[in-house]
């Protein structure tokens, strides 16, 4: 797996501020009853989502 990289500064306003935020659940398009918790990284600026990601990748995975 690569190394994640850390965001540290908005591309879209440049502030140094953000939040963290999840929405409820996602799931893989062949597949509506399996999925995660989708989390987002939010600039407190602008409002802009500049990350979004899922901690657990199992239900994305093919057999």
């Known amino acids: 797996m690569e190394e994640v990289k850390v965001i540290k500064e908005c591309p879209f ?3 140094k501020d953000f939040t963290e ?3 409820r659940f996602v799931s893989p398009l062949d597949d509506g009853f399996h999925g ?3 989390y ?3 600039c407190l ?3 802009s989502v500049v990350r979004s990601y ?3 990748l199992k239900p994305f995975m093919k057999e």
């Open 40 to 42: 987002h990284t939010i």
């Open 21 to 23: 935020a999840k929405a």
């Open 54 to 56: 899922v901690k657990d």
């Open 45 to 47: 600026k602008c409002g």
């Open 13 to 15: 306003c440049g502030s």
């Open 36 to 38: 995660s918790v989708l």
